[in-house]
């Protein structure tokens, strides 16, 4: 049978509740498994490959850091070097699910399918989606057409590209979607299914597949909202970020005090790059953008347009190059 590994870095999907109808408590009072008991929980898994179970850090997605990112790609790496395994499937919690992937997205030298799933409840849930939702994650990782897409995320029977996908509810198992492009697939009862293709770098076409820091530079997030001051602008500079990403009203505006520090910044040449609170459309690279020395983030949320400059920064990009990354990631 096709080999997939499986790495477990807990989660929803790894967790156990005190009771069948707790989808709420179980992050504080429940237990979180290891990746052998949660396989033997789902024994239909053997149907769709032979997978081979490695725990990686069974901790809360809330709690994972740069540094696990750069060991969880090494890890993958090193054993993607067997050509005996066809895919990898990922258990991550869902809060952070689509940041892991779109920095494995961008930086995973692979060819083999990786594929990132979570649920919503609980194993020990009724109703829990994290049974099927494994079982899909496992089909789609041993798919022959899953390869060459890129790392993907699965849950609710959806196929989604790393590069696309936000969490856009707290506690529906229908939480993640691709708002602007949408999914690429489906895993139904008769079979994995796409209908679109990714027309963007990845994995081993990415310009960041060979990279080799050690770290990531400090990158903050910085909130627009109505009466936006400098106070935290200047804080995230003098705590030594390398580099800030605006969420900004759409289409990537902010208030006069916050322009005037993040003009303020950029002139100094920290790296600015301005996005939308919106959750869907593109930032445009409109001349004031570039005539600040700023950088328009397109189409990426604030929390991956921020994985991306971290990457650039990593790199010593300059603001030029980091604009043509950001335009054509």
């Given at each position: 049978?096709?080999?997939v590994l499986a790495i477990n870095c807990g989660g929803t999907i ?316």
């Amino acid at each position: 049978m096709t080999r997939v590994l499986a790495i477990n870095c807990g989660g929803t999907i790894a967790s156990l509740g005190p009771t069948p109808t707790d989808v709420l408590e179980y992050l504080e009072e429940g237990q979180r498994l290891p990746l052998k008991d949660i396989l033997a929980r789902v024994p239909e898994v053997k149907t769709a490959a032979d997978v081979e179970a490695v725990d990686f850090r069974n901790i809360s997605s809330s709690a994972i850091t740069a540094v696990d990112w750069l060991a969880l790609r090494a890890l993958i790496q090193e054993r993607c070097r067997d050509p005996n395994i066809s895919g990898v499937i990922l258990l991550h919690g869902t809060g952070s699910l689509e940041e892991t992937a779109f920095f494995l997205h961008l930086t995973l030298n692979v060819a083999q399918t990786v594929v990132l799933v979570g649920a919503q409840r609980p194993l020990s849930a009724i109703g829990s989606d994290a049974p099927m939702n494994l079982l899909n994650a496992v089909r789609v990782a041993a798919h022959p057409a899953s390869r060459g897409r890129g790392v993907l995320v699965l849950l609710n029977d959806e196929i989604h590209s790393a590069r696309d996908v936000v969490k856009g509810s707290t506690y529906r198992v229908q939480a993640f979607r691709s708002p602007d492009f949408g999914m690429l697939g489906q895993a139904d009862g008769d079979g994995v299914h796409y209908f679109r293709t990714l027309d963007r770098p990845h994995t081993q076409g990415s310009p960041f597949a060979r990279f080799s820091a050690t770290g990531l530079p400090r990158v903050d997030i910085i909130y627009a909202h109505i009466g936006q001051d400098a106070v935290f602008i200047d804080a995230a500079a003098a705590a030594g970020a390398k580099g800030l990403v605006s969420a900004g009203f759409a289409p990537g505006i902010v208030t006069p005090p916050a322009k005037a520090a993040l003009e303020r910044l950029a002139a100094s040449g920290l790296a600015i790059v301005h996005c939308s609170r919106a959750g869907s459309g593109r930032i445009a690279p409109r001349a004031y953008i570039g005539a600040q020395g700023m950088i328009a983030g397109g189409d990426l949320s604030p929390q991956k347009a921020r994985i991306l400059l971290m990457l650039c920064l990593a790199q010593g990009l300059s603001i030029t190059d980091i604009q043509a990354r950001f335009a054509a990631v």
